[in-house]
């Protein structure tokens, strides 16, 4: 068999990144040089992307290997019981939700098993306790931010293709097609948000749309828009529109602000974000506030935050705060330990966990991340806690003896989603601290650290997994490891 070819299965399991597992009877013949050899019995694995335990499916080849082979489904020709049907209509299309037809507790099912997996499988690791995984209550509008992009090359959908309506192809606002950089599907509802955010899309679409301005495109290094970001706070009112140009034009901006406000009244801030950069990043060099404070406020728990323009906030506020209790909880802090929050961020977690410990310092690398982590500070008059700017991919030991500040008690660490430089493992395993606190936006590069640090000093007690992104594969995961 090749690239390209068809192929009939029956999906009987399911792995991480959404990839439903199908066993091939024997005879498969592999393309390559040694096709004997890769004749397998029955234990010949195809991943077929978009696939349910249960599926009945053609797909197409899309990758061929010795032991197993990557595929696409093309056609459902049984579906499996557990699928639903997708509330949204550019479910399959867009790069946003990957599972929004699978039956929300099969998700979390899945979840849970695929941590368990990868935490076992790459890290080596067991005889640890897996505590239940910590559902969302909202499944759909559970979003505090959308980023939206601009492009010249609008992708149409099938239906579109198939109908006689003729469509501006030159003109989209939207949200990526997977693996297609430079293509973007123009769509008018995204249910990840709020009804104000599709507002919002719609009236910056048509407002801009209508009067001909002109899109960046990387390949003259020209044009206006780049992106659309909206963040909304789920706790308080408060509303921002951030638009991203290539360059400044505070006459158009003033009149789509002035119309943006009285169309959608619910708008508390508007900013301009200028990035004259190649890179596709919704993130200006600078950025010039047209409307209200240029901030939002929201809340975690008791304590309340300030959220700038690029100013990084855990994208699903209700769920933080149960992934942060998840976190509190696993410190088992008595209230007379010194913890350490390495990659703070803006203090999310320092703060959250500052009344239940003695001082907690927060390392971060990013400097203005350390600036909103100082604000958040005074906005909730903590005196115990303390930020500070440092590179943890290098050796932090040097950085904390210069400052004389005290060894910790308790280390939690919430790092990107590459996981630890091998340095940061280091430092960790110097510091020593009784209790470790790991959380994680990916199980894969946890399971890597996990396996360093229980080879040396630590051991996993439990883990427990918190469902930030329901209709995706994303999960976030902690893991509380004591010293052996």
Known sequence: MKKGDALDLEITKYAYEGKGIAKVNKGLIVEGPKNEEAAIENNYVVFAMGGYPGDVVKVSLTKIKKSYAESKVVELLKPSPLRIKARCKYFGICGGCKQQDLQY?????????????????????????????????????YRNKMEFSFAEKRWLTQDEINTDTEFDRNFALGLHIPNMFDKVLDI???????????????????????????????????????????????????????????????????????????KIPAVTTVINNINTKKALIALGEYEKVFYGPGFIYDTIGAYKYRISANSFFQTNSLQAEKLYQTALDF?????????YDLYSGAGTITIFVSGFAKTVYGFESVEPAV??????????????????????????????????????????????????????????????????????????SQARDLKLLCEEKYKIIKTQSVDMFPHTYHIENVVQLTLK
């Open 371 to 444: 600036a909103d982590a100082n604000e958040n500070k005074n906005l909730n008059g903590i005196d115990n806690v303390g930020f500070f700017t440092a590179n943890l991919n290098k050796s932090f030991i040097p950085f904390i003896e210069e400052n004389n500040l005290q060894k910790p008690d308790v280390i939690i660490l919430d790092p990107p989603r590459s996981g630890m430089h091998p340095n940061t493992v280091k430092d960790i395993l110097e510091l020593l601290p009784g209790r470790l606190v790991y959380v994680s936006c990916n199980p894969a």
């Open 105 to 141: 507790e099969v998700q979390l099912k899945y979840k849970q098993e695929q941590v368990s997996d990868i935490l076992t499988r790459i890290g080596g690791l067991k005889d640890f306790e897996t505590e239940p995984i910590v559902a969302a209550e909202n499944t759909f509008f």
């Open 331 to 339: 410190a088992e802090l008595k209230g007379d330990e010194i913890v």
């Open 188 to 262: 008018n509802e995204c249910f990840l948000q709020s009804e104000e955010s599709n507002a919002i899309l719609n009236f910056t679409r048509d407002f801009f749309k209508s009067r001909g301005v002109s899109i960046y495109s990387t390949k003259t290094n020209s044009g206006y828009l780049r992106n659309l970001v909206i963040k909304q706070s789920h706790h308080t009112n408060g509303l921002m529109v951030n638009l991203v140009t290539f360059n400044e034009d505070d006459e158009l901006f003033g009149e789509y602000t002035k119309e943006l406000v009285a």
